[in-house]
């Protein structure tokens, strides 16, 4: 049976999608000097209402939690309200929309907050923020004990402003080297308390995220992304496979509304992971409802479902491009191709 990638999808027989195709958190850094929603982003997200869910841009959970400038959060009851009209945007155009939930951990920056840079362990990354090359990364603080659980609480309640912001769910961001991921990997990784040396361990923080924010606002509202072996800020170490076997089987007993990879090309294979992509390590670890991303074009994430690879494929840059993306892939319409210059645009 060949799946119809335009026909209507059931996330957790709960949230109604208009058709598989998702809109991947895509920074664009257009939010005010107050980190609120703009009204620009109401425009932006709007237009792509077509997809059957919009995935924000990673929108940070307390202050401690930015790195990068104009990056929108939640955790103020002014950016809640310019989140409120973006929602409500999307549902009057018919869209569904997911909020994604970040902390930067230790690429974050002070010069966007007063206090410490909170990762893993004392471990720092070279280089320096984006968009303002004259800030470079600093050796961060290791978390307290006390210090996650306040982390813990604080994704659970930017996940409450998030459904009060009017959003479907949320997305957890446990990918891509931010916090939650640096938590899962031996070379952000070194403590030797309950949050670190073994598998278990090293899930824990991420486990605790997940379940604190489905205790607050649903287990089919809360989603998941993780990138076993796209090291983005992290150095590769063989050992974070078995971090990843670990997390898996339980997060499948969660019943999340969905786990989704993170990589900017799912062709790529990693050492680390046994010689697979992340979609192929994902699946063969969770049976949920897997998301697929990473240059894959509609005809290409069509055959991936069909294959069984994944459920839904996440589009990024081509709906920069094509805020009309659906109606252009239904009606045959060639797409205008994505170019870096677009990430300057707004609309």
């Known amino acids: 049976m060949t799946t ?5 999808f059931k996330l957790n027989n709960t949230i109604e999608l208009k058709n598989r195709v998702l809109m991947a958190p895509l920074t664009r850094c257009m939010a005010d000097d107050n980190l609120v929603p703009t009204q620009d982003m109401v425009e932006y997200y709007a237009r792509r209402a077509e997809t059957g869910l919009i995935i924000s841009e990673a929108t940070i959970i307390r202050p401690d939690g930015q790195g990068y400038p104009n990056t929108p959060g939640l955790f103020t009851s002014e950016q809640i ?8 945007a999307v549902h009057a155009n ?16 002070p010069h966007f907050f007063d206090g410490d840079v909170l990762a893993p362990s004392a471990i720092g990354v070279e280089g320096s923020v984006p968009r303002m090359r004259e800030l470079t990364y600093i050796t961060p603080k290791a978390a307290t004990t006390d210090d996650i659980k306040s982390l813990v609480a604080d994704f659970a309640k930017a996940a409450e402003n998030a459904i009060e912001a009017g959003f479907d769910g949320v997305e957890i961001h446990g990918a891509n080297g931010y916090l ?3 938590f899962l990997h031996y070379a952000a990784n070194t403590r030797s308390d309950e949050y670190g040396q073994t598998p278990e361990n090293m899930s824990r923080f991420a486990l605790e995220v997940t379940d604190a924010v489905i205790a607050a606002v649903g287990s089919d509202r809360t989603a998941l992304r993780l990138t076993p072996g796209a090291y983005f800020n992290m150095s ?17 007993k969660r019943d999340l509304a969905y786990l989704h990879g993170g990589i900017f090309d799912d062709s790529m294979r990693f050492d680390s992971l046994e010689g697979k992509s992340i979609s192929e390590f994902l699946r063969a670890g969770y049976k949920g409802t897997l998301v697929g991303v990473g240059s ?10 069909n294959d069984a690879k994944f459920d839904l494929i996440a589009i990024g840059r081509p709906l920069i491009a094509n805020p009309d993306y659906i109606s252009k892939i239904a009606n045959g319409e060639e797409l205008v191709p994505y170019s870096d210059e677009m990430l300057a645009e707004l609309k």
């Open 236 to 252: 590769e170490d063989s050992r974070d496979k078995a971090v990843f076997d670990y997390l898996l089987p339980e997060l499948e």
């Open 94 to 109: 018919g869209g569904k929309m997911f909020a994604q939930l970040w902390h930067v951990g230790r690429v974050a920056h």
């Open 4 to 8: 119809d990638l335009l026909a209507p």
């Open 180 to 182: 939650v991921d640096q």
């Open 81 to 88: 309200q310019g989140w409120k009209k973006v929602t409500d």
């Open 296 to 305: 894959y074009s509609f005809e290409s994430a069509k055959e991936a479902i």
